[in-house]
């Protein structure tokens, strides 16, 4: 199975800073034949369920606020959240789904300073 | 906009089955547009695919719940539901069901609320 992991796993950042989350995966998540990574980047806030940020590493979902960049390829990947807002208060896990069985990270909570 | 929405019994004792069904609206789970996902969320094990369902009945599963796990669909409901036996205390979580995934790719667009199950005697 693709292991991920992230860090750190709590993050705490003043409003109106930059907010940085790392994805780390134990194989690769490019396709070589497309040349797509095969990453995804969820937030979750309590009592609610995942919501989809970002899929294929750095296209941002419909309605989700341009504050909210994705990077990376092959096994590093990085979420940032630029301008934090009160709302951004969450915890963001990414997700590998290259292979089944198709896996999340441990999750980093993001909070306010 | 796909709406999924869990349901089904809340406690479930040791060594029984778990049983949850997932109403779908928005979208129709016999057009084949899609697969329909089940996973679970555990405080301290994280979010775990556990496997999805396609219209024809066509399954894939966690290789680390398979022995354990079955789903089906009723397209006449637009409805799917999963099964896992043998539950214990390590089956407890929020169970959630979602769309999104495709013959090529599998990430989750749309969740329902989810589902609290707890197992207890």
């Known amino acids: 199975d693709f292991v991920m992991t992230q860090s750190p796993d709590s993050l705490p950042v003043s409003l109106g800073e930059t907010a940085t989350i790392q994805c780390k995966s134990s194989?690769?998540?490019?396709?070589?034949?497309?040349?797509?990574?095969?990453l995804a980047w969820y937030q979750q806030k309590p009592g609610h369920p995942p919501k989809l940020l970002i899929s294929?590493?750095?296209t941002r979902e419909s309605g989700v606020p341009d504050r909210f960049t994705g990077s990376g390829s092959g096994t590093d990947f990085t979420l940032t959240i630029n301008r934090l807002q009160a709302e951004d208060v969450a915890t963001y896990y990414c997700?590998?789904?290259?292979?089944?069985?198709?896996?999340f990270g441990p999750g980093t909570k993001l909070e306010i300073k | 906009q796909v709406q999924l929405h869990e349901s089904g019994p809340r406690q479930v004792k040791p060594s029984q089955t778990l049983s949850l069904t997932c109403t779908v609206s928005?979208?129709?789970?016999?057009?084949?547009?899609?697969?329909w996902s089940w996973l679970r969320q555990h405080p301290v094990k994280g979010l775990e695919w556990i496997g999805y369902?396609?219209?024809?009945?066509?399954?894939h599963y966690n290789p680390s719940l398979k022995s354990r796990v079955s789903m089906s669909v009723d397209t006449s409901q637009n409805q799917f539901s999963l099964s896992l036996s043998s539950v214990t205390a390590a089956d407890t979580g929020v169970y959630f069901c979602a769309s999104g995934c495709t013959a090529t790719s599998c990430f989750f667009d749309f969740w329902g609320p989810g589902i609290q199950v707890t197992v207890s005697s």
């Open positions: 194989r690769t998540v490019l396709y070589s034949p497309n040349k797509k990574n095969y």
């Open positions: 997700q590998q789904y290259l292979t089944g069985p198709f896996t």
């Open positions: 294929w590493a750095a």
């Open positions: 928005g979208d129709s789970i016999a057009s084949g547009r899609q697969y």
């Open positions: 369902v396609y219209y024809d009945g066509a399954t």
